[in-house]
């Protein structure tokens, strides 16, 4: 599976914004996907995932109140809507899936030999 995040930008504290991520492949329908983040001089980090049956899973509390995800399967996409955005929030996020399940897995499950996406640059400034 291949994916690629795009939609990302600049945007005023307290504004939105969606990212996306497109994907290729064959049963994407099947896959939870997971989207993460890094910010400068951090370690990646989870945000929320969403499994094959639309639910979402939350790996940040900080987040569980302003962002949500949605997929559409026939587009082959994945959506996170990014609400009420802080400084803090600057990243480049990145989404990911793992093809041998359908679950949302644990944050720490997580790693490099899943496919991975490039990320999108999401800066919000105060």
């Known amino acids: 599976v291949q994916l690629q995040a795009s939609g990302g930008g600049l945007v005023q504290a307290g504004g939105s914004l969606r990212v996306s991520c497109a994907a290729s492949?064959?049963?994407?329908?099947?896959?939870?996907i997971g989207w993460f983040r890094q910010a400068p001089g951090k370690e990646r980090e989870g945000v929320l995932c969403?499994?094959?049956?639309?639910?979402?899973?939350y790996y940040l509390d900080s987040v569980k109140d302003r962002f949500t995800i949605s997929r559409d399967n026939a587009r082959r996409r994945i959506y996170l809507h990014l609400h009420s955005l802080k400084p803090e929030d600057t990243a480049v996020y990145y989404c990911?899936?793992?093809?041998?399940?359908?679950?949302?897995?644990?944050?720490?499950?997580?790693?490099?030999?899943?496919?991975w996406g490039q990320g999108t640059q999401v800066t919000v400034s105060s």
């Open positions: 990911a899936t793992d093809r041998n399940v359908d679950r949302c897995k644990a944050t720490h499950e997580w790693s490099t030999n899943d496919d």
């Open positions: 492949g064959d049963r994407f329908a099947d896959y939870a």
């Open positions: 969403i499994s094959d049956g639309h639910h979402t899973t």
